[in-house]
């Protein structure tokens, strides 16, 4: 599938921006999915699919439901580099507006001569310091500019209502106080709310609102017309606040994104964009500067602040030949780098394109939201409209007045706010305070899944157990010395990334002449046939030698043992050790403290092995020497047992077990730096290596299920109380802004509470 993303600025109705999810999918061949937060609209569809028709498409639709939106689409970086350095201006945010370019009055900020972005000039001298200058981003100031003015209107409109509510003023000249402050607090609406029906799209909130204001001043009650307008703006200033919240909470995550590379030629430094440093490349990293690609420390010794991605304080120490992953904040000392990833495949690009699109997979909890408003909205006006209308003719001395009035009230309660926006605000925190956590969630529909978890599945190596190997003991057979064993067993496993290939490497001490090696197969779950020094080496596990017919005694050993056979003769075998985690035994206890049934190790190793280690962290089963297909039969089995609802996650490393962790409800990658695995094929990912990080998703996951619900729960009762009271005429307009403004500020802000995730 082909993903493109388009950004809808000005998009400032949740209702709309469901409508406009629902009718972009009614397009053939593409799929989509609306971050009303986020105000990105993800496109899918098959390669061979044009997106030019589909993009005027997009557009079309985008303003028939509101006409003020600006539609841009999402830049690859690539491109947005090679256009900044072509034509001398940076694409702010990465955005190419469809159909039209903006004027200059649309952002006064850029256009004027006091430029704090100076990208003209910038991007013609040096294109990573246009990219330093450009880190306020457009969305940013749309969204201040729009804050400001409500803000202005409130003032304005508030002191010209407290005039006309305090003066003695004539019949016409309170008529045309309060309607000046009418219009000066909800002309947006009433102009939104024209364009909407011109458009054929009447049922929305501006619509609600404008009927129920304009209704109150014509049958003479003015001040309560002007009240609704203002409140509400008061209600739409608190919910732009709290999406702000949100999206700064997932804009600091975004920061993680590198500027430029220092790239090394001889003497010579050249600042370059990431996009043009390629594999081998090496790059100077001076303290206080962000790394900007993944690579190897070939110099330089320093602590690196890894917070960005993995959510922990404590500083890392880099040094010659470890791992530098992009993201990382050099503290104090120069590293010299070389380049192993391009930036496209790098940590934090993976993890930025993570981010942007965790919003695009909804929780059912959004999609039932959704739907519901779709219908809700006509169905209040139509009961309103009945309100007016019938019961005055079937009541006697009924007056039409009274029960226009009840009707407008009706109207102004039933305001679906609180439900399309906090909703989606609660799940959005959730998700921004997980990554916080360094906990990546890739979407909300994930994160309800974890309110069900009854089965926790674990991997062993690099999971529970610390995946740092050492070579504890060789034993080597008759004929053979440690050396010997030590030699054919590195070479063996030379070409492997396998923790436990290079704890034997470690312990070989020497380089590998690649040039003595013939061939090279691995046999997934078993072990390596290798020709080296004109000899065939077999490396492997108990089964291994075992399906090729070689002898040899087995030994219960507190370790993995990898047997060594030279030509088909059994040289003996390597001990390998592995240490359980810390923080493992109180994760499992923790997890069955939260609910979880039960939980389960699924490895390859010894049954002696991980039956012990499964007795140590108190585990309810261990299924040991399994193939990567026979962990898959084990999880579907275990699948079978569990109920309806409930969801099994299997924990791996996104390597081997890729397998499982796309076959399980909820697949979690355990330590995600560096590993396109991981990151591909899990649904969460757990940027550190810590079990206990399963505990705090699952935590976070019922801190926001607690909160929407909560949020559904008094909205709903809220309303229908205050919806009987209006038809019944014990309400009054008053009571309807509390019904509607005030409910949605309070389930508003109580979805804030889900950016913070310290205390759970």
């Known amino acids: 599938m082909v993903r493109k993303q388009v950004i809808l600025e000005n998009l400032n109705c949740a209702n709309c921006a469901s409508k406009i999810e629902d009718e972009v999918n009614q397009i053939d061949g593409l799929n989509a999915s609306m971050n009303f937060i986020s105000k990105i609209l993800t496109l899918e569809a098959e ?125 016409w000249q309170e008529l045309v106080l309060f309607l000046i402050s009418y219009l000066i607090a909800g002309g947006t609406v009433i102009l939104k709310a024209i364009k909407g029906i011109l458009r054929g799209q009447a049922f929305n909130e501006n619509f609600l609102m404008s009927v129920a204001t304009i209704g109150a001043f014509l049958i003479g009650e003015y001040p309560e017309g002007v009240a609704v307008m203002l409140f509400y703006l008061i209600g739409e200033i608190f919910e732009n606040q709290a999406i702000g919240q949100s999206r700064k909470s997932i804009s600091s995550l975004m920061d993680i994104r590198p500027d430029y590379a220092n790239r090394l030629t001889g003497e010579e430094i050249r600042r370059l964009s990431p996009e043009e440093i390629k594999i081998g490349d090496v790059i100077l990293v001076n303290p206080g500067e962000r790394i900007p690609l993944d690579g190897k420390v070939i110099s330089g010794i320093s602590q690196v602040d890894t917070a960005a991605l993995t959510g922990e304080s404590i500083p890392r120490e880099l040094k010659p030949g470890s791992e530098a992953f992009s993201g990382f904040v050099n503290k104090n000392g120069v590293l010299t780098i070389e380049v192993t990833k391009t930036f496209g495949e790098s940590t934090v690009s993976k993890i930025l394109d993570l981010v942007q699109n965790a919003g695009s997979r909804k929780a059912p909890t959004e999609q039932f939201i959704t739907k519901f408003a779709n219908y809700y909205t006509p169905a209040v006006v139509y009961s309103a409209f009945a309100l007016a209308i019938i019961p005055p003719l079937l009541i006697s001395g009924a007056s039409f007045a009274d029960w226009i009035y009840r009707a407008l009230v009706f109207l102004v309660i039933s305001c679906p706010c609180a439900f399309v926006i906090s909703i989606p605000l609660g799940f959005f925190g959730g998700i921004g305070g997980a990554s916080k956590r360094g906990i990546l969630v890739k979407g909300g529909n994930f994160l309800e899944a974890l309110n069900h978890v009854e089965t926790v599945i674990f991997d062993k190596t690099g999971t529970l157990t610390k995946g740092v190997f050492e070579v504890v003991r060789v034993n080597p057979q008759p004929g053979f010395s440690t050396d010997d064993l030590i030699t054919y067993a590195a070479y063996a496993e030379s070409h492997s990334s396998h923790p436990i290939a290079l704890s034997i490497l470690k312990a070989y ?69 592995d240490k359980v985690k810390e923080d493992a035994a109180a994760a499992i206890k923790d997890l069955k403290a939260l609910g979880v049934r039960k939980t389960v190790l699924l490895t390859g190793d010894k049954k002696s092995m991980a039956e012990k280690i499964g007795a140590k962290l108190g585990l309810d089963a261990v299924f040991s020497e399994l193939l990567p297909a026979e962990k898959v039969e084990k999880l579907e089995m275990l699948d079978a047992e569990k109920t309806r609802k409930g969801k099994i996650v299997f924990v791996g490393d996104g390597i081997n077990d890729a397998p499982v962790l796309a076959r399980a409800d909820i697949g979690m990658a355990m330590g995600g730096l560096g590993s396109d695995a991981a990151i591909e094929a899990a649904d969460i990912v757990l940027m ?58 309070i389930a508003i802000l109580n979805s804030m509470r889900m950016m913070n995730t310290k205390r759970l």
């Open 509 to 577: 001490q020497k380089g590998v002449d690649f040039r003595k090696i013939q061939s090279y197969e691995e046999i997934a779950g078993h072990g390596l046939k290798v020709i080296a020094f004109g000899k065939q080496i077999l490396a492997g596990n108990d089964k291994f030698l075992m399906e090729e017919g070689i002898p040899f005694q087995t030994q219960e050993t507190s370790g993995t043992a990898v047997h060594i056979a030279i030509d088909r003769q059994y040289a003996g075998n390597l001990i390998i050790s």
């Open 688 to 745: 550190t290596d810590e079990p206990s990080k399963i505990v705090t998703a699952i935590k976070i996951a019922k801190k926001t299920r607690k909160i929407v619900v909560q949020n559904l729960v008094f909205a709903f009762c809220v309303k229908i109380i205050f919806l009987g009271l209006g038809a019944f005429g014990a309400a009054t307009m008053w009571e309807a802004v509390f019904g509607d403004t005030g409910v949605a500020v």
């Open 47 to 171: 390669p061979e699919y044009d997106f030019s028709n589909a993009m005027n498409q997009v557009q079309t639709i985008a303003r028939k439901h509101e006409p003020d939106v600006v539609v841009a689409e999402k830049l690859d970086p690539s491109s947005a580099w090679e256009n900044a350095t072509n034509t001398g201006s940076f694409p702010y945010e990465n955005t190419m507006l469809l159909g039209e370019h903006r004027d200059d009055t649309t952002i006064p900020e850029i256009r004027s001569g006091s430029d704090p972005f100076e990208t003209t000039h910038a991007v013609n001298q040096d294109a990573g310091k246009a990219a330093a200058n450009t880190k306020k981003k457009i969305g940013e100031i749309l969204f201040e500019n729009t804050l400001r003015k409500q803000i202005i209107k409130l003032i304005i409109g508030s002191v010209l209502f407290a005039a006309g509510m305090i003066l003695q003023l004539g019949d």
